[in-house]
């Protein structure tokens, strides 16, 4: 038979046990195509209902399921799981406000689930306290007609000229050649949908907490954002948005989503990395000795941002790179403190190998 766990919705503040109906929201096992699904259904409990597992005041809403590997699975398949997942989360925010879980993520007990919040206790209060009375709405705009928008495109001086030049070449025009007018037009394209993101970014942003850009899904998507505000300001938000739909009427369509729990700033991923890449990050940010504390961790980054922040140094190439990079290991060592320590106390850790097999599951948010 296949092997039951839990899977984890997300984390809620509260230490009471809990149910939520899974009414209205898609099966698992009606999604999912099972060897013998009437095996698994018959296994499940608590089929019908989603429930708390708590640890101290968090508690994680899970639901008996099979375990599988959502890495490996068709996309049709994986957004109709998606949208069961938040389904049941958008459920929830009606009584909670709700830190989701990365989509896809697995324990096998519920001392494992138990585990991994007491793992993640110190980042998950954070994340509370950051993203209280805070929700998302992520905004979409595309082209209303995305051929006349090519053909004003097509209109350039540079296009123009080239298409010229082409036509007064002698052999006519080659398949290279078309090519060459294919991709300046791109490189305008692009251009000219970017101007018109960054002017909605820069009115949009004005009165937010946080913004993030998400990658555009086709050719007539000029823009797709997620965008993090606070609670009274949601009416505020969405008349900055009806003025910026008013100032492009004629070109563009704006579609808003929301509000949503703070998944684009938030979502707690369970990840089991490598000791090497602990000691990648103690490396990237010069630090040498075995037992580091948080502050320690801190000082670190504020001297390695000094002399890689691409703000600071403009000219030096791949700055970017090394930024990110410093970035990446200062989130790794903070998290791998933060499941080591889970006292207010700044103690310091252990980085050697030996403590790293205890410690080796990591919460952290994903981005």
Known sequence: MEKIGKYIYGVI???????????????????????????????????????????QDIAAVVKDSLIVDYSHMPKEMLARLLVSHQQLIEKIMTKHSIIPMRLGTFAGSDEEVRQILAKGYRTIKDIFERAKNSLEIDVVA?????????????????????????????????IDDQMKVGVLVKKHLDKKKEMLAGRIRAVLS?????????????????????FLIGQNGQEEFE????????????????????????????????????????????????????????????KAHRRSALTCHPDKNPDTPNIEQKFDEMTRAYKILLDYYRAFNQHDS????????????????????MG
């Open 142 to 174: 595309t082209l209303n007609d995305f051929k006349s928008f090519l053909r004003e495109v097509s209109e350039e001086e540079e296009i123009r000229q080239l298409k010229q030049s082409l036509l007064n070449k002698k052999g006519g025009v080659t």
């Open 239 to 298: 008349q900055q948005v009806e003025q910026v739909n008013d100032e492009f009427e004629d070109k563009l369509n704006f579609r808003c989503v929301g509000p949503l729990p703070p998944y684009s700033f938030y979502t707690l991923e369970v990840k089991k990395p490598q000791f090497e890449e602990l000691d990648w990050a103690k490396k990237k940010l010069g630090l040498e000795n075995d037992i580091i504390t948080a502050d320690e961790i801190k």
């Open 13 to 55: 503040s509260t230490d009471t046990e809990e149910f939520f109906s899974l009414g209205g929201i898609a099966a698992f096992e009606n999604i999912y195509p099972f060897t013998n699904p009437t095996d698994v259904v018959n296994s499940i409990k608590t089929s019908n209902r989603a429930y708390t597992i708590a640890f």
């Open 346 to 365: 700044d103690e310091g850790c252990y980085l050697n190998e030996e403590a790293f097999e205890k410690n080796a599951v990591l919460i952290t948010t």
């Open 206 to 226: 004005e009165i937010v907490q946080n913004f993030k850009v998400h990658d555009l899904m086709d050719d007539k998507m000029v823009f797709n954002g997620a």
